[in-house]
């Protein structure tokens, strides 16, 4: 079956430093590939995607990068900022409306 | 605009009792999810409705899980005779996709249920 999960639960980082988290998937028939942020006491929100046939992908200040090989996904933040502080989820979606999400890693910026 | 609202927010109920969760999606979504997510832990999916239409239910727990769209908008979560393995908080989420890019969702802030 599928598994979506991530190397670390916690990540510590300091105001302005980049940030990367991690995020291993197990089957490989997945559309596309999505980074969600949840701050405390609120609903996931969208950050960025990939789809199954790039290798990288930049937003605002983010970055995505996907490894099919290795099946690894990482969400890398420049310059992180205490409002980036959350839990942050991988997800993929493999089409219809078949979404699984990871457990989570929370970001923690210190001032 | 509005996003997707969800109501309670918080709910506490006796084991035993039925619950009802209410959530009003983003104004001319089609496309409405319900997912539960375990403290500590991602969402997992529990129901998917295109309009009035429950396309997917294949998430839900048990038959005590029961969900229902029945204009197309405002949807109802209900759990009967709630147990404290239902104890999590409940996610709602829309989408004007109705095929294709579907995980571009907007979530409300949940109700957290506690069975006592």
């Known amino acids: 079956g599928e598994s979506v999960g991530l190397h670390l639960p916690t990540l510590s980082v300091q105001e302005g430093d980049n940030s990367i988290i991690n995020c291993a998937y197990s089957?490989?028939?997945?559309?596309?590939f999505i980074w969600y942020k949840q701050e405390s006491g609120k609903g996931p929100q969208f950050i960025i995607d990939i789809r199954s046939n790039m290798d990288k992908r930049q937003g605002q200040r983010v970055t995505v990068l996907l490894n099919k090989t290795v099946k690894h996904l990482s969400l890398q933040i420049a310059a992180t900022q205490p409002g980036d502080s959350a839990v942050y989820f991988c997800?993929?979606?493999?089409?219809?409306?078949?979404?699984?999400f990871g457990a989570g890693t929370r970001l923690t910026v210190k001032p | 605009g509005a996003g997707v609202s969800q109501s309670p927010r918080y709910k506490v109920a006796k084991r035993g009792q039925d619950v009802a969760l209410r959530c009003d999606p983003i104004?001319?979504?089609?496309?409405l999810f319900w997912y539960q997510q375990a403290l500590g832990q991602g969402p997992e999916f529990l129901t998917y409705f295109q309009n009035e239409a429950q396309l997917d239910k294949s998430g839900l727990p048990s038959d005590r899980f029961f969900a229902e769209r029945p204009e197309g908008s405002v949807s109802t979560l209900k759990i009967q005779r709630t147990q404290q393995e239902d104890s999590a908080v409940y996610l709602c989420?829309?989408?004007?996709?109705?095929?294709?890019?579907?995980?571009?969702?907007?979530f409300g802030p949940g109700t957290r249920l506690t069975v006592t």
């Open positions: 989420a829309s989408s004007f996709v109705t095929s294709g890019s579907l995980y571009e969702q907007y």
């Open positions: 104004s001319g979504h089609v496309s």
């Open positions: 997800a993929v979606y493999r089409g219809n409306n078949d979404m699984r």
């Open positions: 089957n490989s028939a997945s559309d596309y």
